[in-house]
């Protein structure tokens, strides 16, 4: 909570990150790609294949939660004391869009994009039923425009709950993606939160097939708070021939 909501060094790298991704779009929009960032139907992390972009327009498609806003309110709850549940999460969806800011960069970023004529997109799993609240906070935080259905996607716009792979076809078979922004590999492609185990996972993202995608259409923002990356126990984490002991002792000793 201290490094994302109160830290210097999270403001850097966020809005390092903004400042990157619209260099990264500004340079595609002067030079039309052929294909959207967006992986096809049928595309793995071994042989990704991706949404041609023909001549449509241009659109930047984001995460809301910890990537385009900052939820001060929910968070200092937790903060002090308060305990998640998807009923305190909805209830805070509903009222909590005057205790929200941008991450550091967003607006700038955003209204970059916009003058660029890139459409802004938000993408987030936020749930249909309070998208009235969603983009109250969208807009109130200065991010908007946020339409629902237009430029604004939610859990429960199509049966596929939490993942947002489709919402993502959906936008790709009317825009040219130019760039994907999200706190969580989710927000890139389900394919990544379909693997299981810590090591593997960390492996994927290295894959040579789609490596050179980070920072060049995709982006990822920090966030050490919620959600998928924040799992795996000492084994999974910290390698066996990698530990260190002092004074000669073994691993497993100074491990308890």
Known sequence: ???????????????QNWDALVDHVGAKVRQRPADSVILADGATLQAPRYVPCGGKPFAAVF??????LLNYGFESWQAAGGAYSPERWSEWERTGAADVAPTPGAKAALDALRGMGVTVIFNTNRHAGNAAATAQAIEGAGLGPAEHGTTLFLQGDDD???????RRARIASRYCVLALGGDQLGDISD???????????RAAIGSPAIVGNWGEGW????????????????????????????GGATAEAANG
């Open 1 to 15: 909570m201290q490094y994302l909501y109160g830290s210097a060094e999270a403001a850097v790298v966020t809005r």
């Open 63 to 68: 995460d809301v939660d910890e990537t385009v």
């Open 160 to 166: 596929t709950g939490g993942h947002k792979d489709a």
């Open 191 to 201: 394919l990544f939160n379909a693997i299981d185990d810590v090591r593997d996972r």
């Open 219 to 246: 982006f990822l923002f920090p966030n050490p708070v919620y959600g998928p990356s924040i799992k795996g126990g000492m084994d999974d984490v910290f390698p066996a021939d990698k530990r260190w002991a002092p």
